[in-house]
T-cell receptor, first 112, second 116 residues
Framework: QKEVEQNSGPLSVPEGAIASLNCTYSDRGSQSFFWYRQYSGKSPELIMSIYSNGDKEDGRFTAQLNKASQYVSLLIRDSQPSDSATYLCARGNSGGYQKVTFGTGTKLQVIP | DAGVTQSPTHLIKTRGQQVTLRCSPKSGHDTVSWYQQALGQGPQFIFQYYEEEERQRGNFPDRFSGHQFPNYSSELNVNALLLGDSALYLC?????????WGSGYTFGSGTRLTVV
């Protein structure tokens, strides 16, 4: 079982719709979770971090965490063509030294 | 405030050769992590350097080695290059526990390595 699993997509949504990106993880001890956005040919950039069960909102982005189900999601409201990118779900390791483990990413396409 | 700087941006090498990639972390950051990202895949953790020592390592062979200098900059060396080493190599800098509990990584723009 992969440490962080995502559907590779592509996920296509019309402009203005809500895009829903999902992720599951295997290590129950994980306590921190991240969503990174990566445009084609560019490096990842952090858009959301979440540590507690529930929702965390930042502008058009909402991250959701359910530790019991080992599930993380990212909602993008009012999707724009500029949101078209690969979204990487990641978790922080639960102990010891700090590192981040990434999923394979979900490619999002927002259709004008 | 300079971000993370990686060099070179692109590199073409022949199988069996050796390569050195360089990274200067963001100002104020003391930890450097290296990742390999193959096309269509997520970044894979290679290793992490702090206080000039490798403090953890991913599932990569000994052909991959690194170094961190007193100014926190870092190098990634790959010996005996294989075709499968072709990838985007990302340097990520951070400060202490901020990787997990704070602002997370700041990534450089990466080095695109092609092995032919």
């Amino acid at each position: 079982q992969k440490e962080v699993e995502q559907n590779s997509g592509p996920l296509s949504v019309p402009e203005g719709a809500i895009a829903s990106l999902n992720c599951t993880y295997s290590d129950r001890g994980s306590q921190s979770f991240f969503w990174y956005r990566q445009y084609s040919g560019k490096s990842p950039e952090l858009i959301m971090s979440i540590y507690s069960n529930g929702d965390k909102e930042d502008g058009r982005f909402t991250a959701q965490l359910n530790k019991a189900s080992q599930y993380v999601s990212l909602l993008i409201r009012d999707s724009q063509p500029s949101d078209s990118a690969t979204y990487l779900c990641a978790r922080g390791n639960s102990g010891g030294y700090q590192k981040v483990t990434f999923g394979t990413g979900t490619k999002l396409q927002v259709i004008p | 405030d300079a971000g993370v700087t990686q060099s070179p941006t692109h590199l073409i090498k022949t199988r069996g050769q050796q390569v050195t990639l360089r990274c200067s972390p963001k100002s104020g950051h003391d930890t450097v992590s290296w990742y390999q990202q193959a096309l269509g895949q997520g970044p894979q953790f290679i290793f992490q350097y702090y206080e000039e020592e490798e403090r953890q390592r991913g599932n990569f062979p000994d052909r991959f080695s690194g170094h961190q200098f007193p100014n926190y900059s870092s190098e990634l060396n790959v010996n005996a290059l294989l075709l499968g080493d072709s990838a985007l190599y990302l340097c990520a800098s951070s400060r202490g526990t901020a990787v997990v509990w704070g602002s997370g990584y700041t990534f450089g723009s990466g080095t695109r390595l092609t092995v032919v």
